[in-house]
């Protein structure tokens, strides 16, 4: 891994997910900017607390789980052949399994044990590392258990835990970048190693982020949807059993105005999507030509929907990368009735910079 090529901003990656997640544990966002955090793994770390000492003070979520033990005399059910294999019964004591209300649930288990390994990091700055350590330490009625992904696989988030989302993907992020052996344990191997996991994840992330950056700001400029769409092919299979070989097709994200309709394809390459010919990556172009075109002929000759806006037969088409490169284009064509861009989004910018980038690719340069 080359520590010197470019990368996001650490402040920059805090905007990002929260969008993305659909969260600000901060109410002004400058706060990020002037905590100085020289890296990714002491921002999440410090996010992680903030949010967890925020739990604290409203309180860790709870909720029922069943527990079974050894208990004098019988509450809830009896474990009859626990209970005998024991030899308890005779003094008065067996086994029983009961529901107990409580905040020792596996998402809570997560967030201390992550708290702790963060704390435990060599080269962890000091005073970061105490407020995780204290913060882990004040949930007392969690049990305390080895940090590990597969504990993931047992969280179910539902409208009353909700909150935990954003602090739940911060630490799937910081033990995917964990160390597999104890000699890498470091703060600055941790840092290095997020860089691979961003790039594995930024696509998704990327996409996500978008969606929600425009469902926050363009609804006072008349814009509406900001979703993904599902468009039907209008080739007829002439052969039995041949639509189910078509590939579905659904957009990264639908905008629509009424004035407009634009299909979005969010992207990642660290090339900022020019490939070795100097050229844009075609298959990016071909899909969504499909999209368009498909779209488009579906209004002019299928049977009218309740789903289908004024625009569907003229709908626009872009293709927008994010990119940590120096190269930076806003590129337009149009195909009467469609119009179609391709551009980037440089996420090593100032935050402002961005946000003036996807307002301006969308309403920007006189398309309206």
């Known amino acids: 891994m080359e520590a010197s090529r470019p990368h996001i901003p650490v402040a920059n990656l805090y905007h990002l997910l929260s969008y993305a997640w659909d969260f600000d544990l901060f109410g002004d966002p400058a706060e990020v900017r002037r905590d100085d955090h ?6 999440l770390t ?10 604290l003070k409203r309180g860790l979520h709870r909720d029922y789980r069943e527990e079974t033990e050894e208990v004098r005399g019988i509450r809830g059910k009896l474990e009859l052949a626990q209970s005998l294999a024991t030899g308890g019964l005779e003094a008065g004591r067996a086994v029983c399994t009961r529901d107990e209300f409580s905040a020792d649930g596996v998402e809570n288990r997560i967030l201390k044990s992550v708290l702790l390994r963060s704390a435990g990091l060599r080269g962890m700055d000091p005073k970061l590392a105490r407020e995780a350590r204290s913060t882990a330490v004040r949930m007392t009625e969690v049990s305390s258990v080895p940090a590990d992904l597969h504990l993931f696989h047992r969280v179910r988030i539902h409208r009353t835990n909700r909150h935990y989302g954003f602090l739940l993907n911060i630490c799937r992020l910081l033990l995917e970048s964990a160390a597999v052996h104890e000699a890498d344990d470091s703060v600055e191997a941790a840092n290095l190693r997020m860089q691979s996991v961003l790039d594995e994840r930024l696509p998704k992330l990327f996409e996500t982020f978008v969606r929600n950056f425009y469902r926050a700001h363009l609804p006072a400029r008349g814009w509406s949807r900001f979703r993904q769409q599902h468009i039907e092919w209008v080739w007829e299979a002439e052969t039995e059993g041949s639509a189910a070989y078509l ?25 900022g999507g020019i490939n070795d010919r100097s050229t844009f990556e075609s298959a990016n172009l071909y899909q969504l030509h499909a999209y368009v075109s498909q779209l488009a002929r579906r209004a002019a000759t299928g049977p009218p929907r309740s789903t289908a806006h004024p625009h569907d037969g003229a709908a ?12 930076d284009y806003l590129h337009r064509f149009s195909m009467p009735p469609h119009r179609m861009s391709v551009a980037t989004v440089n996420l090593t910018h100032p935050w402002r910079a961005i946000e003036s980038r996807l307002l301006d690719v969308v309403e920007g ?4």
């Open 38 to 43: 020289p890296g990714y793994t002491e921002l």
């Open 46 to 55: 410090h996010l992680l607390v903030r949010g967890c000492v925020h739990l």
């Open 247 to 271: 590939p579905q097709m659904q957009t990264d994200i639908t905008l629509e105005h009424p004035d407009r309709k634009l299909i979005i394809d969010t992207k990642y390459y660290r090339s």
């Open 316 to 327: 626009e088409g872009m293709l927008l990368y994010a990119t940590v490169a120096d190269r």
């Open 365 to 368: 340069s006189g398309l309206k």
